[in-house]
T-cell receptor, first 109, second 119 residues
C-alpha cells in the first residue's frame, strides 16, 4: 500500500526554527509537495521537490532524499502566522497525488 | 495566475435537499479537477477526479449517485450533493491542474473551499 507519515502535531517558539519530517512509501515517485493550510481555509502551495537536495525559498526550505523516501520542511524565524497544518503529498507513478495526514504546527510566543 | 474559485463559500441546507457547488479555473484550462472533503481536524480526503468531457473517477467508499460531478468544460466542474444529510456537513474543496499554467504540471491549485452545513 501507499503510505505517507508525518507527525500529528508539533510546537515551536516564535523566532525559532522547526523541521517537519515526512516519510513516504509509494508506488513510484514523481515529486513531493508541501502545502500549508490554515484552519478553515484551503491548502496553499509551499514547495515542490523532485530531485534530491535542498530547495530554499525565503524562510521556508524543503529537502528531499529519494533513496530514503524522506523529506522535510524547515521553517526559520517562526512567526505566529506560521501556525497552521503542513501537508506533505507525493505524486506516484500513476501521477496521482497521495496526501499525508498533515502536521499541525503550534507557535507559542 | 492559476486561480481557482468556488461558489458558494458556505451554504446551509435542510436535510433531504440537494446542493450544487461550482468550481472554476479563472485563468487557465483545467483538464483535471479534483474534489476533496475535509472534516474538522482531519486531513484532505479525495472524493473524485474528473477530466473534462468524461465521467468522474470516484474513490472507494464515495457514492457516485450521491455526489454527482460534472466537468462539462475546461473551466468549470460542479459537485452536487444529493439528498444531503447532516453527516454530509463538511468542508468541500476543489482543485485543478491543467495547461497554460506557468508552474509545475502536477501542482494542484486549490479553490477556497465551500463549507456545507446540513440541518
Amino acid at each position: 500500500g501507499q503510505n505517507i507519515d508525518q507527525p500529528t502535531e508539533m510546537t515551536a517558539t516564535e523566532g525559532a526554527i522547526v523541521q517537519i519530517n515526512c516519510t513516504y512509501q509509494t508506488s513510484g515517485f514523481n515529486g513531493l509537495f508541501w502545502y500549508q493550510q490554515h484552519a478553515g481555509e484551503a491548502p496553499t502551495f509551499l514547495s515542490y521537490n523532485v530531485l534530491d537536495g535542498l530547495e530554499e525559498k525565503g524562510r521556508f526550505s524543503s529537502f528531499l532524499s529519494r533513496s530514503k523516501g524522506y523529506s522535510y520542511l524547515l521553517l526559520k524565524e517562526l512567526q505566529m502566522k506560521d501556525s497552521a497544518s503542513y501537508l506533505c503529498a507525493v505524486i506516484d507513478s500513476n501521477y496521482q497525488l497521495i496526501w499525508g495526514a498533515g502536521t499541525k504546527l503550534i507557535i507559542k510566543p | 495566475g492559476a486561480v481557482v474559485s468556488q461558489h458558494p463559500s458556505w451554504v446551509i441546507c435542510k436535510s433531504g435537499t440537494s446542493v450544487k457547488i461550482e468550481c472554476r479555473s479563472l485563468d487557465f484550462q483545467a483538464t483535471t479537477m479534483f474534489w476533496y472533503r475535509q472534516f474538522p481536524k482531519q486531513s484532505l480526503m479525495l472524493m473524485a477526479t474528473s477530466n473534462e468531457g468524461s465521467k468522474a473517477t470516484y474513490e472507494q467508499g464515495v457514492e457516485k449517485d450521491k455526489f454527482l460531478i460534472n466537468h462539462a468544460s475546461l473551466t468549470l466542474s460542479t459537485l452536487t450533493v444529493t439528498s444531503a444529510h447532516p453527516e454530509d456537513s463538511s468542508f468541500y474543496i476543489c482543485s485543478a491542474t491543467g495547461t497554460g499554467i506557468l508552474a509545475f504540471s502536477y501542482e494542484q491549485y486549490f479553490g477556497p473551499g465551500t463549507r456545507l452545513t446540513v440541518t
